[in-house]
């Protein structure tokens, strides 16, 4: 069984920055996916990127797209949110996901999940 650990959220005001990560364990990444959603109060979890292996590609909600950025170390089998010039509107939990295939958008396709990690932005 995956088992998947998100940290570093915190409360941050308008254009700041922030890391997450998530680390993953029970498994190597071989044709695996590891992908962050967020879902704010009140709303629907949504899709904002992910990485697969093998290979680096990575994609992209269009509302991030430009401002976050996902990295991630192998050796740790952790994957990295970079978020900067952040935006009250980016005010979730945000949830590390993986899956057995490539990279898709919907949360109904990812089996596995994180327990969250808060991410605040004040205005």
């Not at 994609?59 to 994957?79: C, H, L, M, P, Q």
């Amino acid at each position: 069984q995956v088992q998947l650990v998100e940290s570093g959220g915190g409360l941050v005001q308008t254009g700041d920055s922030l890391r997450l990560s998530c680390a993953a364990s029970g498994r190597t990444f071989g044709s695996f996916t590891m992908g962050w959603f967020r879902q704010a109060p009140g709303k629907e979890r949504e899709f904002v990127g992910a990485t697969t292996w093998p290979g680096s590609s990575t994609y992209y909600a269009e509302s991030v797209k430009g401002r976050f950025t996902i990295a991630r170390d192998n050796a740790k089998n952790t994957v990295y949110l970079q978020m900067n010039s952040l935006k009250p509107e980016d005010t979730a939990v945000y949830y590390c996901a993986a899956r057995d295939h490539g990279i898709v958008v919907t949360t109904y396709q990812y089996p596995y999940w994180g327990q969250g990690t808060q991410v605040t932005v004040s205005s």
